[in-house]
Antibody
Framework: EVQLVESGGGLVTPGGSLRLSCVAS????????LNWVRQAPGKGPEWVAS???????YYADSVRGRFTISRDNAKNSVFLQMNSLRVEDTAVYYC??????????WGPGTLVIVSP | EIVLTQSPATLSLSPGERATLSCRAS??????LAWYQHKPGQPPRLLIY???NRATGIPARFSGSGSGTDFTLTISSLEPEDFAVYYC??????????FGQGTKLEIK
């Protein structure tokens, strides 16, 4: 069974940092692009960042320069380093595999709250 | 950035009825559009990809159609477990991948 499990969420003050982790299982991790997608309360999902199997990275304009996506194929893991956090970064953050060019599956998510 | 607009925002129907959800793109996405189902406390689940292909394990009562800028998700006969929020998403022009704001399908 393909599984993705996120960790590292929590409460942080504006300007702070947080590092999210995602461990994958059930598929050949190194062959796939991995993504972070977030969903703020009452909003639709918002794509945040992607890292390809060749380590190319892409970011949403709203996080570029503040967030960094990385991966460790030996540990079947993908990470999201989040710096200079803002109140508007508050959301559930999902780790998502890109499968046949679509988001499938999604992890259960980890909640990030940025509040004074 | 391609903007996806979903309608209606809320759809109230009864089990057994047919549901028709719409997604309109601000410019053509050809057939590079997907639909996701999102239930409370669960992550979103891929239902339809490339406008009309059902993902693995998705029941035949779910179907997708459309191309260019106008797309439809149809649920032929609603089951109790189908009441959820549905999102469309495009991958024609990325980054960024973009999602619609969602249609909440609620029990009437």
């Amino acid at each position: 069974e393909v599984q993705l499990v996120e960790s590292g969420g929590g409460l942080v003050t504006p300007g702070g940092s947080l590092r999210l982790s995602c461990v994958a299982s059930g598929f050949t991790f190194s062959n796939y692009s991995l993504n972070w997608v977030r969903q703020a309360p009452g909003k639709g999902p918002e794509w945040v960042a992607s890292i390809t199997n060749n380590y190319y990275t892409y970011y949403a304009d709203s996080v570029r320069g503040r967030f960094t996506i990385s991966r460790d194929n030996a540990k079947n893991s993908v990470f999201l380093q989040m710096n200079s956090l803002r109140v508007e970064d508050t959301a559930v953050y999902y780790c998502v595999r890109l499968y046949i060019n679509w988001f499938d599956p999604w992890g259960p998510g980890t909640l990030v709250i940025v509040s004074p | 950035e391609i903007v996806l607009t979903q309608s209606p925002a809320t759809l109230s129907l009864s089990p057994g009825e047919r549901a028709t959800l719409s997604c309109r793109a601000s410019q053509s996405v050809t057939r590079y559009l997907a639909w996701y189902q999102h239930k409370p406390g669960q992550p979103p689940r891929l239902l339809i990809y490339d406008a009309s292909n059902r993902a693995t394990g998705i029941p035949a009562r779910f179907s997708g159609s459309g191309s260019g800028t106008d797309f439809t998700l149809t649920i032929s006969s609603l089951e109790p477990e189908d009441f959820a929020v549905y999102y469309c998403q495009q991958r024609y022009s990325w980054p960024p991948y973009t999602f619609g704001q969602g249609t909440k399908l609620e029990i009437k």
